[in-house]
């Protein structure tokens, strides 16, 4: 099946969270105008109606636009699952067709993908007339939004997350994280020169600039005792190009904002864990900047062979910041990358380069020394960004955690700064980074949510 609106249609879209919290009163007045208080009754029609409802407002309280990802089969399914705190199980799939039955929602079937060539889900989300009703709804607090035990540490085995038994780690990174999640619902991060709601990626998906579903998660795949990946945030979902765009650009609740590049210490990195010394500054091959080779040489590294490598970075030029160059042009900077760094992918064959596992693990032993509400960081790929005000502390502690981790002394790190905030309390806003510099609506107007709801208390 080929779709002649295909982002607005599937790329548009979340999985369904099978961890809100749904037990509270934010529900009660949609669901007694949606359904008849007759089949209310019924303890377990309630319960999912409860659980969908809730979540097509949250779906369409991030985006108008967006659909929720839904299963059609009972395999989607799992009510015993640690992933499914509140045993939610397969009679969803009778909810979503009553609701569809009842002209609801609307609902897109499930379909092979022929341009990705796998398999779609089901799309859903609200129609007009049910989101007539979720405008009457006064949201104000995120600290309810998510299930009181809810999970925080996936285990995936082939692309599929799993069941698992807790060890120390598991335990230890679920507290973490717990309470994590709780100081970023509570701070506002975001980018004030970007005036759409969502940052579109080179493959054309869109990502929406949401606190709402943004979680962070650590995933380990295969095996427990190997390294791990954190992600499930929006800003964990940009690719190389939307960080090298905006990476001046982030600033925690309008404050002034730094960050630290871990790539800085991409050389060490290779030199300490794989003997391997890499010159990533030399003059030579300076077509590209020093962010750029980084990724070009870790992409280097996971890929077959040179000519596959150089076939990759044609297709998704636009992922690593080089869509401006043609085909004929790019190819030929490749060869000049290759002549120059070519034998690393010969020194280090068959090595297990993890170097985003590595960076989530330097966040992790951060997040213990720097768990506090008024300090929140934040990790993009292998960006560290942190509020100006407590950078002392934060920096201190990075120093002895990569001392620790290289075995070496006197670490030198760089701060980067973003963009100066110079907020007028007499012009709200109005000129927060210079004459050419716009603030954006959106960020506007999230910003002033986020003050009316520490405000409340949320």
Not at 117 to 133: D, E, H, T
Not at 441 to 451: A, L, M, Q, V
């Amino acid at each position: 099946m080929k779709m002649n609106n295909y982002q607005m249609n599937f790329e548009l879209s979340r999985v369904i969270d099978f961890q809100k919290n749904f037990n509270t009163e934010l529900m009660m007045s949609t669901l007694g105008n949606l359904f008849d208080k007759k089949i209310l009754l019924n303890q377990n029609f309630y319960k999912h109606a409860n659980f969908i409802i809730t979540e097509l407002f949250f779906c369409w309280l991030e985006s108008e636009n967006q659909f929720l990802s839904v299963s059609m089969s009972k395999r989607g399914y799992r009510s015993k699952s640690r992933y499914n705190p509140s045993e939610l199980s397969s009679y969803s799939i009778k909810l979503i067709k009553y609701l569809k039955d009842a002209s609801l929602i609307d609902f897109q079937k499930g379909f092979y993908d022929t341009r990705t060539k796998r398999s779609r889900l089901s799309r859903i989300r609200a129609n007009q007339s049910v989101i007539n009703f979720f405008r009457k709804i006064k949201f104000k607090s995120l600290s309810k939004i998510d299930h009181e035990k809810r999970e925080y540490v996936y285990f995936f085995k082939d692309k599929n997350y799993t069941e698992y038994k807790d060890n120390f780690k598991t335990h230890e990174l679920r507290e973490i994280l717990k309470v994590y999640n709780k100081i970023i619902k509570k701070n506002f991060f975001d980018i004030p020169c970007h005036y759409e709601n969502q940052i579109t990626r080179y493959d054309n998906k869109a990502i929406n600039l949401s606190i709402l579903n943004s979680t962070l998660n650590c995933c380990f795949y295969n095996k427990l005792d190997e390294p791990y990946l954190l992600n499930g945030c929006w800003w964990n979902r940009l690719h190389e190009s939307n960080i090298i765009k905006y990476k001046r650009n982030f600033i925690i609740n309008n404050c002034d904002t730094g960050y630290v590049d871990l790539l800085q210490f991409l050389p060490i990195f290779f030199l300490k864990f794989f003997e391997t010394k890499i010159d990533f500054t030399g003059a030579h091959s300076d077509y590209f900047s020093y962010n750029k080779k980084c990724n070009l040489i870790l992409k280097l590294l996971r890929s077959k062979n040179h000519e596959f490598f150089k076939i990759s970075i044609l297709r998704e030029k636009r992922r690593y910041g080089l869509g401006e160059y043609s085909n004929v042009k790019l190819r030929k900077m490749l060869n000049s990358f290759l002549k120059h760094y070519g034998y690393i992918s010969l020194y280090l064959k068959n090595k297990n380069i993890k170097w985003n596992s590595f960076c989530s693990e330097i966040f992790i032993e951060l997040l213990k020394t720097n768990l506090s509400m008024n300090n929140p960081i934040y990790l993009l790929r292998d960006k560290i960004y942190f509020s100006l005000t407590h950078q002392k502390n934060l920096i201190s502690n990075l120093v002895k955690i990569l001392e620790e981790k290289f075995k070496v002394k006197e670490i030198s790190i760089k701060i980067e700064l973003c963009k100066e905030v110079k907020s007028n309390k007499n012009k709200f806003l109005s000129s927060l980074f210079g004459d050419k510099d716009n603030v954006a609506e959106r960020y506007t107007k999230n910003f002033k949510n986020f003050e009316r709801n520490i405000v409340n208390g949320s």
